[in-house]
C-alpha cells in the first residue's frame, strides 16, 4: 500500500481502543463492574474447585441422605448423600466451559459467514442470508432439544448444538457492520491500492466489526449458560456422576419441600451467571460505542 492510499487506512474508534482502557470503562460502570466481578467470582470458584469444595462431589453416604444444612454439609446433601456444596462449586466448571467454548464456536462461525456475506454481497450473501433465516425461524430451544436428541446427551454434543444455534446472531451482526464499513474511504483506498479480498476482510473490515461482537458474545455466553442448564434439566446434558447446575435442579425438583437448597443453591448461581453476563455486556457496550460515552468522549 501506497505512502498516500495508506493515510485513508486508518482503523476505526473502536479498534483502537486498548483492553486496559476498555477494562477501565468497564470497571467505572457500575452495573458493568458488579457483572466482572461476579464472573471473576465464578470463574475462580470453577478453576479451584478442588480446593474449595469440602468433599469428592461423587462419594456417596446412604446413611446421610437428604439431610439439610449442618456443619458439616453447608447445604445439606442429595439424594444419595452427596455434599451439595463439592457438587455445585464443581458443577460451576460444566456451565461455564459449555458457555464460553459453545459461544466461541459460534462466534467463529457467525464472524465468518457474516464478513463473507457483507462483503461479497450478491448471490453469495443471498445464500448465507436465508440459511441464517431459516435457523432462526426455529425456536432455540427447540432445535437444542432435536439436535441434543439427534446427537445424544453429553457436553460434547451440547457444544455442538448450542454453537449451531448461536452462530446466527453473530452472522447477521457482522454482516451489518461490514455492510457499513465496506464503504468507508479506508476500504476504497485497500482497494485501489491492489490489496487481496483476504486481506481487506481481515485487515480492516473485520477489526473494525469487532465491537458489536464483542457485546454480543458477553450476552451470549449467559443465553448458552441457560440452554445447557435447560438441557441437563430435561436430561439430555451432561450424564451422571457429573456435576451439573442444571441436573441438580432437575433431580431437587422432586425434593423440594424436603431440602429446598438442593435446587435453590444450583438455581441461583445459574441466575447470577446469566446476570453477570448481560451486566457485563452492559458494560462493554457502554465502553465500546463511542456514542454512548458521550458526544466527543474518548477513552484514554
Request: glycine share 10%; proline share 7%; hydrophobic share 40%.
Given at each position: 500500500m501506497t505512502d498516500k492510499t495508506a493515510n485513508y487506512a486508518?482503523?476505526?474508534?473502536?479498534?483502537q481502543i486498548g483492553l486496559w482502557a476498555v477494562l477501565r470503562s468497564v470497571m467505572a460502570h457500575k452495573i458493568g463492574c458488579a457483572g466482572l466481578f461476579i464472573i471473576t467470582f465464578l470463574l475462580l470458584m470453577a478453576i479451584f474447585a478442588p480446593l474449595l469444595a469440602p468433599y469428592n462431589?461423587?462419594?456417596?453416604n446412604l446413611y446421610r441422605v437428604l439431610e439439610g444444612p449442618s456443619k458439616s454439609h453447608w447445604l445439606g446433601?442429595?439424594?444419595v448423600g452427596r455434599d451439595l456444596l463439592s457438587r455445585v462449586i464443581y458443577g460451576s466448571r460444566i456451565s461455564l466451559l459449555v458457555g464460553v467454548v459453545s459461544t466461541t464456536i459460534a462466534a467463529i462461525i457467525g464472524v465468518f459467514l457474516g464478513l463473507l456475506a457483507g462483503y461479497k454481497g450478491g448471490w453469495i450473501d443471498m445464500i448465507i442470508m436465508r440459511i441464517t433465516d431459516a435457523f432462526m425461524c426455529i425456536p432455540g430451544l427447540?432445535?437444542?432439544l432435536v439436535m441434543a436428541a439427534?446427537?445424544?446427551p453429553g457436553m460434547h454434543n451440547i457444544i455442538i448444538a448450542i454453537a449451531a444455534i448461536g452462530w446466527t446472531a453473530f452472522a447477521r451482526i457482522v454482516r451489518g457492520q461490514v455492510l457499513l464499513v465496506r464503504e468507508l474511504p479506508y476500504v476504497e483506498a485497500a482497494h485501489v491500492a491492489g490489496a487481496s479480498g483476504f486481506r481487506i476482510m481481515f485487515k480492516h473490515l473485520l477489526p473494525n466489526s469487532l465491537a458489536p461482537v464483542i457485546v454480543a458474545a458477553s450476552i451470549t455466553v449467559g443465553g448458552a449458560i441457560m440452554l445447557e442448564s435447560a438441557a441437563a434439566f430435561l436430561g439430555l446434558g451432561v450424564q451422571p456422576p457429573t456435576p451439573s447446575w442444571g441436573k441438580a435442579l432437575r433431580i431437587g425438583y422432586s425434593y423440594l419441600e424436603i431440602v429446598p437448597l438442593f435446587?435453590?443453591?444450583p438455581g441461583l448461581l445459574i441466575t447470577l451467571a446469566v446476570m453477570a453476563f448481560n451486566f457485563?455486556?452492559?458494560?462493554?457496550r457502554?465502553?465500546?460505542d463511542p456514542r454512548l460515552r458521550g458526544e466527543g468522549k474518548k477513552i484514554k
Open positions: 486508518k482503523p476505526h474508534l473502536t479498534s462431589p461423587n462419594d456417596q446433601t442429595d439424594d427447540i432445535l437444542l439427534a446427537l445424544g435446587s435453590l443453591a457485563m455486556g452492559d458494560g462493554l457502554d465502553a465500546l
